[in-house]
Every structure is written in structure tokens, then in C-alpha cells.
């Protein structure tokens, strides 16, 4: 097995940079093997975390490659220890240098229009509405965490913003941290890569110490991110033991995640779960009224009700249709009525129509495969369902018009890059495999 690793790492070699090579894997170490796996260990910690976040393609096929069959590559990170990074950064030279906020990036903004009153209610989000606004009350003393899920587009960053101004308005001196999991993320990199004790001790203080409510938006980005999860949990820990209010948000439940640590999971659950669905149409209608009372637009009934029955995916998709509508009026100089609102949001109708095509496409192939479409959406990594998932996203991206954004969305809110990367894998694999490209044909045939 040792043997399959020195002749994969040949094959790295000869296909990064010399420089590459020497700083990521020259440190790597094999660990053991057997028919299924390679276990790579690495001596440096965070260079461990960085190959597996940027080069886990390349590791992959080095290794199948040298093997001769698919192997999984286990890059063994357990050994992390927050201190093992101090102990390294202040080993590097001129480590104590003053780390500047910037560097942090301290700053957040809070959109002034998300706040409760803003916030119009329906059955799909009133609970996520109550659970916000109890926390927003009491801090730390309703429930902690509050974790509120949904699809994108459908209010879970405004209902943060909300409760920040809430407790801002009550309590003006509240030390209120909203940040995205993946600005968490990216700060702890750049810290990290700044090879200084005080930067990551400044980074830690800041969401530790100098924080009284984390708002934390997208945390799903954290999964199978070893290194962000691991930092993320002693935060979570200092905070919780030390009553301060944790709210997070994410596009599916934490039983929904693949790669996520069991105590970071099952602390997600110590406090309350809520969801957020998409609205129904009566809401749709009164989300379109109070928006076009905002914008101090007159709009007839019937075309809130044209627009709310065409656009229904999310509120962002909503409102982005009724913004273009009268900002056509407003160039036309033309009265608004349905036969207009019609012609303008053409392009709306549209896409509203690819999201259908998607949806029939993600149907047929769920039968032939005999899954759900819930799985089609969903996090679940199994072949059993990531083949037909890949093969659907190949079919939207061949039979409809839909961009790898659109797609991602209609995917349970998948990042566009995971769809390109599925897509090119099937073409690439059409290229060898007949059976495949007979499967498709048969998919083909079936499509709506
Ligand atoms: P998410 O974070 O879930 O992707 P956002 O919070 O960014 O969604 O919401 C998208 C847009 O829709 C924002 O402009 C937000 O103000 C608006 N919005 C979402 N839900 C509602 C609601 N119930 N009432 C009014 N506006 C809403
Ligand atoms: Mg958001």
C-alpha cells in the first residue's frame, strides 16, 4: 500500500507547481491502507486542512491512478489541535507584530428594511417569526441556539438582521456579532495564514469574549470543513457556557448534514428547531403589497395576484420581479395592468417555466431510479442517490435553459460549482462508459 502512495505522489508531482508540491504535499505521510482506503497523515495541521479544502480532486485521482482502482483517501486530521496552530504561528518570525482589525474584517452591516415589522407573516414562517422574536426578548433565556432552516430566498437572513435591531433597540450597547459561516471561515484562514499567536488569539477573543449574541447565517457551508467545525465549536461552547445567544441559520436540518462532527451536530439541537417553507400564495400577495407600499408604487390588485401567481419559488425571486416591473413603468411612463406586467416580466414567466421543466425533470428521474425527489434535493451522499441526482442536474443542464445557478437552487440550494463539477463528471464519464450513455438515452427518451 506505502507503495501505491510514493507512486501517487509522483503523480502530484507532476502536476503542480514545484512550489505546490513542496509546501502541501512533501509533508504528507502514509499512515496505512487496505482494499477501500489510503490513510495519508500530515505533519503540519492546517497544511492538512488546506489540502483537503483545495486539492482533494487532485489527491483523489493521484491515488486512483497509482492504484488502478478507486480508493477513498482519508486525510487524517483528528490530531488537530487549536494550539498545534498557536504553537506554529509563534514559532513563525515576527509573529507578535499587532494584528489589525481589518484583517478581521470587524465590521458588519444590518440591512435597515430587514426588521420584524417588515417581516410579513404567513403558516409558513410564523413559527421562525415567534422563535425569533421570543429570542430577541430574552437573549440567551428562550431558547439557545435557535436554529432556523429553509431554502434560499425565503427570509432566514432577514429574520437575523431583525433580531439584531430588536435587541440593538432595547439595548443599544448589546455586543451583537452577524456573520456568515463562510466569512467565519475565510477570517480564521487569513489569521491562520498570517502565521501570528496574536491573530488567532485576537480572532478567538472577538467571537469568544467580546460577543454577547452570534448571529451566524449559512452554516451548512461548514460541512465537511474539519478545521472551520472544530474552531466553530469552542466558540459555541465558550458562548453557550457563558449564556450568551446563539442563533444559526442553514438550508436543511442538522440530521440533513453529511460531514459534520457529532457533537457540533447534536449541539445544534440543544436548543429549538424551526423551519422556514416557502410561501403560499395569500402571503405571496401580502409580501407584493407591502413591498410596493415601500416603494411608494400603486399597483392594481390583479397584478399583485398575476405576479404572485407566476413567481412562486422564493421571496427574493418576488420581489425582484416586481422591482423590474415598475422600474419598466417608470421608463414606459405606462399605467401597470396585467397585459403589461406580462409583457415585462416575460423573462420572469420564463424562468418560472424552467423551474417547472427542472422539477419534471428531477420527477422522472426519481421514478426511473426509484428514489424521492426530497433525496434528489437533499444532502445525502450515497451513490444510490448522488448517480441519479448527477445524472438529473446533466439532464437540466442539457434540456433546459437553466443557468448552474438556477440549477444549484432548484437542487436543494446547491452552490453552481458542485452542479458544474456533476455535469462535467457525466460528460466526462459519457466519453468511456456504454452503459451510462445508454441510461441517459433511456432518460432521454422518458423526458417530459
Ligand atoms: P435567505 O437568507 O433565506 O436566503 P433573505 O432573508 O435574504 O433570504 O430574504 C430574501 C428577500 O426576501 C429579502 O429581501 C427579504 O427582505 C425578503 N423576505 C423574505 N421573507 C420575507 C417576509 N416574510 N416578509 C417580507 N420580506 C421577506
Ligand atoms: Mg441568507
Same mark, same amino acid.
Given at each position: 500500500?506505502?507503495?501505491?502512495?510514493?507512486?501517487?505522489?509522483?503523480?502530484?508531482?507532476?502536476?503542480?507547481?514545484?512550489?505546490?508540491?513542496?509546501?502541501?504535499?512533501?509533508?504528507?505521510?502514509?499512515?496505512?491502507?487496505?482494499?477501500?482506503?489510503?490513510?495519508?497523515?500530515?505533519?503540519?495541521?492546517?497544511?492538512?486542512?488546506?489540502?483537503?479544502?483545495?486539492?482533494?480532486?487532485?489527491?483523489? #485521482?493521484?491515488?486512483?491512478?497509482?492504484?488502478?482502482?478507486?480508493?477513498?483517501?482519508?486525510?487524517?486530521?483528528?490530531?488537530?489541535?487549536?494550539?498545534?496552530? +498557536?504553537?506554529?504561528?509563534?514559532?513563525?518570525?515576527?509573529?507578535?507584530?499587532?494584528?489589525?482589525?481589518?484583517?478581521?474584517?470587524?465590521?458588519?452591516? @444590518?440591512?435597515?428594511?430587514?426588521?420584524?415589522? #417588515?417581516?410579513? &407573516?404567513?403558516?409558513?414562517?410564523?413559527?421562525?417569526?415567534?422563535?425569533?422574536?421570543?429570542?430577541? %426578548?430574552?437573549?440567551?433565556?428562550?431558547?439557545?441556539?435557535?436554529?432556523?432552516?429553509?431554502?434560499?430566498?425565503?427570509?432566514?437572513?432577514?429574520? @437575523?438582521?431583525?433580531?439584531?435591531?430588536?435587541?440593538?433597540?432595547?439595548?443599544?450597547?448589546?455586543?451583537?456579532?452577524?456573520?456568515?459561516?463562510?466569512?467565519?471561515?475565510?477570517?480564521?484562514?487569513?489569521?491562520?495564514?498570517?502565521?501570528?499567536? /496574536?491573530?488567532?488569539?485576537?480572532?478567538?477573543?472577538?467571537?469568544?469574549?467580546?460577543?454577547?449574541?452570534?448571529?451566524?447565517?449559512?452554516?451548512?457551508?461548514?460541512?465537511?470543513?474539519?478545521?472551520?467545525?472544530?474552531?466553530?465549536?469552542?466558540?459555541? #461552547?465558550?458562548?453557550? =457556557?457563558?449564556?450568551?445567544?446563539?442563533? *444559526?441559520?442553514?438550508? /436543511?436540518?442538522?440530521?440533513?448534514?453529511?460531514?459534520?462532527?457529532?457533537?457540533?451536530?447534536?449541539?445544534?439541537?440543544?436548543?429549538? @428547531?424551526?423551519?422556514?417553507?416557502?410561501? +403560499?400564495?395569500?402571503?405571496?400577495?401580502?409580501?407584493?403589497?407591502?413591498?410596493?407600499?415601500?416603494?411608494?408604487?400603486?399597483?392594481?390588485?390583479?397584478?399583485?395576484?398575476?405576479?404572485?401567481?407566476?413567481?412562486?419559488?422564493?421571496? %427574493?425571486?418576488?420581489?425582484?420581479? *416586481?422591482?423590474?416591473? &415598475?422600474?419598466?413603468?417608470?421608463?414606459?411612463?405606462?399605467?401597470?395592468?396585467?397585459?403589461?406586467?406580462?409583457?415585462? @416580466?416575460?423573462?420572469?414567466?420564463?424562468?418560472?417555466?424552467?423551474?417547472?421543466?427542472?422539477?419534471?425533470?428531477?420527477?422522472?428521474?426519481?421514478?426511473?431510479?426509484?428514489?424521492?425527489? =426530497?433525496? +434528489?434535493?437533499?444532502?445525502?451522499?450515497?451513490?444510490?442517490?448522488?448517480?441519479?441526482?448527477?445524472?438529473?442536474?446533466?439532464?437540466?443542464?442539457?434540456?433546459?435553459?437553466?443557468?448552474?445557478?438556477?440549477?444549484?437552487?432548484?437542487?436543494?440550494?446547491?452552490?453552481?460549482?458542485?452542479?458544474?463539477?456533476?455535469?462535467?463528471?457525466?460528460?466526462?464519464?459519457?466519453?468511456?462508459?456504454?452503459? +451510462?450513455?445508454?441510461?441517459?438515452?433511456?432518460?432521454?427518451?422518458?423526458?417530459?
Amino acid at each position: 500500500m506505502e507503495s501505491i502512495w510514493t507512486q501517487a505522489v509522483d503523480v502530484i508531482r507532476s502536476r503542480v507547481s514545484e512550489e505546490i508540491f513542496e509546501t502541501y504535499f512533501a509533508p504528507l505521510r502514509f499512515l496505512s491502507g487496505d482494499e477501500t482506503q489510503i490513510k495519508i497523515a500530515a505533519v503540519d495541521p492546517f497544511f492538512c486542512y488546506w489540502v483537503q479544502e483545495h486539492y482533494n480532486d487532485l489527491l483523489l #485521482n493521484a491515488v486512483t491512478q497509482a492504484a488502478g482502482r478507486p480508493l477513498e483517501v482519508i486525510l487524517d486530521t483528528e490530531a488537530i489541535e487549536p494550539e498545534a496552530l +498557536l504553537t506554529r504561528a509563534s514559532l513563525s518570525e515576527g509573529g507578535d507584530e499587532d494584528i489589525k482589525d481589518e484583517l478581521l474584517g470587524s465590521s458588519f452591516t @444590518l440591512n435597515p428594511h430587514y426588521t420584524f415589522e #417588515n417581516f410579513v &407573516l404567513g403558516p409558513n414562517n410564523e413559527m421562525a417569526h415567534a422563535m425569533s422574536a421570543a429570542v430577541a %426578548r430574552e437573549p440567551a433565556e428562550a431558547f439557545n441556539p435557535l436554529f432556523i432552516y429553509g431554502g434560499t430566498g425565503l427570509g432566514k437572513t432577514h429574520l @437575523l438582521h431583525a433580531i439584531a435591531h430588536r435587541i440593538l433597540a432595547a439595548n443599544p450597547e448589546a455586543r451583537i456579532v452577524y456573520i456568515s459561516a463562510e466569512e467565519f471561515m475565510n477570517q480564521m484562514i487569513r489569521v491562520l495564514t498570517q502565521k501570528s499567536a /496574536r491573530g488567532m488569539e485576537h480572532f478567538r477573543a472577538r467571537y469568544r469574549e467580546s460577543c454577547d449574541v452570534l448571529l451566524m447565517d449559512d452554516i451548512h457551508i461548514l460541512e465537511g470543513k474539519d478545521r472551520s467545525q472544530e474552531e466553530f465549536f469552542h466558540t459555541f #461552547n465558550a458562548l453557550h =457556557s457563558a449564556q450568551k445567544q446563539i442563533v *444559526l441559520t442553514s438550508d /436543511r436540518t442538522p440530521k440533513e448534514f453529511q460531514d459534520l462532527s457529532d457533537r457540533l451536530r447534536s449541539r445544534f439541537t440543544w436548543g429549538m @428547531l424551526t423551519d422556514i417553507k416557502p410561501p +403560499l400564495f395569500e402571503t405571496r400577495v401580502a409580501i407584493l403589497q407591502r413591498k410596493a407600499i415601500q416603494e411608494d408604487a400603486r399597483m392594481p390588485m390583479e397584478v399583485l395576484h398575476y405576479i404572485a401567481r407566476t413567481v412562486s419559488a422564493n421571496v %427574493r425571486e418576488l420581489e425582484g420581479a *416586481l422591482t423590474r416591473l &415598475l422600474a419598466f413603468a417608470s421608463i414606459r411612463k405606462r399605467p401597470v395592468t396585467v397585459e403589461f406586467a406580462a409583457s415585462v @416580466l416575460g423573462e420572469v414567466v420564463d424562468e418560472a417555466r424552467v423551474v417547472r421543466d427542472i422539477t419534471a425533470i428531477q420527477q422522472m428521474v426519481a421514478e426511473h431510479f426509484n428514489v424521492q425527489v =426530497s433525496d +434528489l434535493c437533499g444532502a445525502r451522499r450515497m451513490k444510490a442517490i448522488a448517480h441519479p441526482r448527477a445524472l438529473a442536474m446533466y439532464l437540466c443542464r442539457t434540456h433546459t435553459r437553466s443557468s448552474f445557478p438556477q440549477i444549484g437552487r432548484d437542487f436543494g440550494g446547491r452552490d453552481h460549482s458542485t452542479v458544474m463539477a456533476a455535469v462535467r463528471r457525466i460528460a466526462q464519464e459519457l466519453e468511456k462508459d456504454e452503459a +451510462l450513455k445508454a441510461e441517459l438515452t433511456k432518460l432521454e427518451r422518458k423526458l417530459p
